[in-house]
Every structure is written in structure tokens, then in C-alpha cells.
């Protein structure tokens, strides 16, 4: 692992090692587990940056569940543009069911707040959000994280399925920028 790192033309320093996330994502499995015994969830997976998140707390998830993905973005470079687009949307039948949506990273929340208005909708019987990375200083809805693996500044950061352009994101630490 490389203490500082160079990603297009941004430097970034080691700021959550692989080792951390571990157990953390370890630590989110184990209260689905504990809090949806019983019950079948849909995960489901915002792409792109959740992937990593997802297929890590997948293998430590026991309960029965079904799994699908939904692509919406709101970044461009290091910046949220604040509006969302929808590239692929929900296809699974919500209706009656315990979801768990799947977010590498909640700073603004616009991203789930509109998938929690579109799930309302669907008439889902109860929704869970689990994030990874939830940065409480940048945050500007109202909704309840009921799973996060780190609180953490508004820095920017990447790894671990955040990218900064699409770079990035196999890296299995995350980083944050060297300003």
C-alpha cells in the first residue's frame, strides 16, 4: 500500500485502509443480520461506487435476500453536481418489501432521498440505508442512515469503488485529497 498516490492530476494520502473497511462492513453485516432475521430484503446496489461495498458485505450477509443495482450519478470530478440522473432505474417488484439500498457514500443524500421518494411510491413495507462513508457536515436531507461503516469530513476521497473521474476505484484503501 502506498502511503500517497497520484490520480490524474490530484494527489491524494492514505486516510481508511483496507484492514478498517473490513471491519466495518463486517460490523454492518452483522446488525442486517441481527435487525432482518426472518425477513427476505432487496439490496439494492447504487452503481458505479457501491459495487466494492456491496459484494464485501454480500459474502457476510446470512439472511435470504435477493440483490439488483441501480445506476443514478450526481458527481463530476470532485463535485456533486446536485442533480441526479437516473442511467438505470429499479426493475424489481418493491411492493410489500423490506429493501435495503447500498451506498458507497452519502454527503448531500439527494442520491437516496430520491430513491427513498420513488420506493415510498412502490409502497415498499420498510426501507434501510447502509453507506459506507456518510459525511454529516455536507449532508442536507432528513432521512434516517440506519448502517454506516465511517463518519467522516467533507474531504474528497477515493478508492475502495470511489473514483475521482472513474479512477480509482480498485483500489482497496481509500484515500483523501492532498490539498
Known amino acids: 500500500m502506498k502511503e ?11 486516510f481508511i485502509k483496507a484492514a478498517e473497511i473490513d471491519k466495518s462492513v463486517s460490523r454492518i453485516a452483522d ?7 426472518g425477513k427476505v430484503p432487496l439490496f439494492l446496489v447504487v452503481l458505479n461506487g457501491a459495487f466494492m461495498f456491496a459484494a464485501d458485505l454480500m459474502k457476510k450477509i446470512k439472511v435470504e435476500n ?5 445506476k443514478l450519478s ?24 423490506t429493501v435495503v439500498i447500498v451506498e458507497d ?4 443524500g439527494l442520491t437516496i432521498r430520491r430513491m427513498l421518494d420513488n ?22 436531507s ?3 442512515i440506519d448502517y454506516t461503516g465511517f463518519e467522516i469530513p ?26
Not at 74 to 97: C, D, F, M
Not at 119 to 140: G, H, I, R, S
Request: aromatic share 10%; charged share 30%.
Open 66 to 70: 435477493n440483490i439488483s443495482f441501480v
Open 105 to 108: 457514500i452519502i454527503d448531500s
Open 4 to 14: 500517497k498516490i497520484k490520480v490524474k492530476d490530484k494527489e491524494f494520502s492514505v
Open 154 to 179: 467533507n474531504d474528497f476521497i477515493l478508492g475502495y469503488g470511489l473514483d475521482y473521474d472513474g479512477f480509482g476505484r480498485n483500489l482497496p484503501d481509500i484515500y483523501k485529497i492532498v490539498e
Open 74 to 97: 450526481s458527481y463530476s470530478g470532485t463535485r456533486s453536481t446536485q442533480v441526479i440522473n437516473e442511467l438505470i432505474g429499479i426493475n424489481e417488484v418493491v411492493k410489500g418489501r
Open 119 to 140: 420506493l415510498n411510491q412502490q409502497e415498499a413495507a420498510d426501507v434501510k440505508v447502509a453507506t459506507l462513508v456518510y459525511k454529516p457536515n455536507a449532508f442536507k
Open 142 to 144: 432528513d432521512y434516517k
Open 31 to 37: 446488525a442486517i443480520n441481527e435487525d432482518l432475521k
